[in-house]
């Protein structure tokens, strides 16, 4: 039999037929399917983003919020500053510390957190330029300094400088101490005593005889006027004044002469000189002793408010030359007001490592590796330094000292 043609193509078309009505049904069920699942992802991201909603942070204790508050274009919305830590301690500025900085940054009830290591002098520091002020925090030594920056006035690469200040601590006693045998013994100790103004009054220093009896071996007895220090008499433990010391001051408050007269009728005056330059303050003492024709020219270097550098020579050609490395840490003594004939207690941090080189007289020994302990307020409370033998690498003692404020 031949098949019909209409009659195949006739079934062919109502099958067709069907087959689309379902089709099209079940298309528009998945489409269906696929807004609600659309939706859903929709929603359910929507409240991983916005739902955030951070507490004001307690002043001191940034704390990092969930989000961060931050966005897929972070780099893009960065703006540069500096900002250096400055601190006042007493009558010092140290303006080369490391410490902590927090920044809070505030963009529409959410908060960006940043804490940041500082170097010592200027940082680079990168903060969102959409936020509507920024909280700054800075860190150190047991205290806080704080200061806000508005939008409006956050500049590109401007310095800010942070850090705030308070009175320095006293010095109060020493203890010094020798390694003998594995164990370090009380060699001696020294008091301050201060006025009711916190001037520095008198200086004792204590030893230990023979019979382990303590007593007072020297004394300093500092005379003012005003708060300059103009006269220091040194007493004996007999109580006989065997050194006095005289110092002048120009107009700045800066030391200009001094005057040495000791028990035995020698006069060292000295002159002090001082010169700006690209590499620091040079400072100039010039040396005459009453009882020969020896002069002695001591050249110091001060750079950023250490002594670098110091050169001694005679006019019979000794001379000594030192080396010194610093901390970031407070000097006590640099606090003390207390001046002798070569300014030797003017730098505001503590030596960490020192160099000596000598020509015609020579040290048994010269101090080596400092290691020093510091309390939370940046001071030193324990010394430990090695004496070296001069021109040999052998240690001959080791001295420990603490200091109490």
């Not at 897929?72 to 009558?91: K, M, P, W």
């Not at 010094?176 to 001696?188: P, R």
């Amino acid at each position: 039999m031949v098949p019909n043609p209409f009659f195949f193509y006739s079934g062919t078309m109502i099958e067709k037929q069907l087959f689309n009505r379902k089709k099209s049904k079940m298309t528009k069920i998945l489409i269906t399917i696929l807004k609600v699942l659309i939706l859903v992802l929709a929603m359910t991201a929507c409240n991983k983003r916005d739902v955030f909603t951070p507490t004001k942070p307690v002043p001191g204790q940034p704390t990092q919020q969930p989000g961060n508050g931050g966005d897929g274009n972070q780099e893009d919305s960065l703006i540069t500053i500096q900002v250096r830590a400055v601190i006042r301690i007493g009558e010092i500025t140290y303006d080369s510390v490391p410490a902590r900085l927090n920044i809070i940054s505030w963009d529409n009830g959410k908060a960006r957190v940043q804490q940041i290591s500082l170097k010592p002098g200027a940082n680079e520091v990168k903060i969102h330029k959409q936020s509507s002020h920024h909280e700054l925090e800075l860190v150190k030594w047991n205290m806080s300094d704080k200061m806000v920056l508005d939008k409006a006035n956050v500049q590109e690469n401007m310095l800010y400088l942070i850090g705030g200040g308070k009175a320095a601590r006293k010095l109060k006693r020493e203890m010094e101490y020798v390694l003998i045998n594995g164990q370090y013994v009380a060699k001696g100790s020294t008091e301050y005593i201060y006025d009711g103004q916190g001037k520095l009054e008198r200086v004792m220093y204590y030893k230990k005889n023979k019979q382990g009896v303590i007593y007072t071996a020297l004394s300093e007895w500092l005379s003012y006027s005003g708060h300059q220090v103009t006269k220091i008499n040194k007493f004996d433990s007999a109580g006989t004044m065997v050194e006095q010391l005289s110092f002048n001051y120009d107009q700045q408050g800066k030391i200009i002469s001094m005057r040495k007269d000791d028990i035995s009728g020698v006069i060292t005056r000295a002159t002090v000189t001082r010169m700006a330059t690209e590499n620091g303050i040079e400072t100039l003492v010039s040396y005459q002793y009453s009882h020969n024709s020896i002069t002695m020219q001591y050249a110091m270097l001060f750079n950023r408010g250490n002594l670098w550098q110091g050169v001694a020579t005679t006019n019979h050609h000794n001379s000594e030359i030192g080396r010194y490395n610093y901390d970031t840490q407070i000097n006590p003594y640099a606090h003390m007001n207390w001046p002798d004939m070569f300014l030797s207690r003017q730098s505001k941090n503590n030596v960490v490592w020192s160099g000596k080189e000598y020509f015609g007289n020579y040290p048994i020994s010269n101090p080596v590796n400092y290691r020093y302990k510091y309390d939370g307020d940046g001071y030193p409370i324990e010394l430990l330094k090695d004496h070296q033998a001069y021109n040999s690498t052998n240690i001959l003692y080791t001295t420990k000292t603490t200091y109490h404020y």
